[in-house]
């Protein structure tokens, strides 16, 4: 359990009750990177916005390698999420 204070899905409104959602259908659940946003909607949608961008706008490397490189950075930083 994070020590960080958190808006359970259960407990969300409005603008937070919207991104936890679209975080369900996109992934199945709501992640600990998300959840752990919980207290501040709009940077929770600021930050999925930017994923988007990152992950599936215009871009030379396809999404497939940008999850690689996504993989390799995580792993040698030491992420195991």
């Known amino acids: 359990m ?7 899905p259960a407990q969300a ?5 919207s991104e936890l959602d679209k975080a369900v ?8 990177i998300v959840q752990i946003m919980s ?3 709009r940077t929770l949608k600021a930050s999925m916005e930017l994923y ?3 992950m599936h706008g215009r871009s030379p490397l396809s999404c497939a390698q940008r999850e690689m490189l996504a993989t390799v950075v995580a792993a040698e930083l030491g992420c195991v999420y």
């Open 39 to 41: 207290l501040n909607a």
């Open 52 to 54: 988007g961008s990152i």
């Open 25 to 32: 259908k996109r992934a199945g659940r709501v992640w600990g």
């Open 2 to 8: 994070p020590w960080i204070e958190q808006i359970l």
């Open 13 to 17: 409104t409005g603008l937070l009750k």
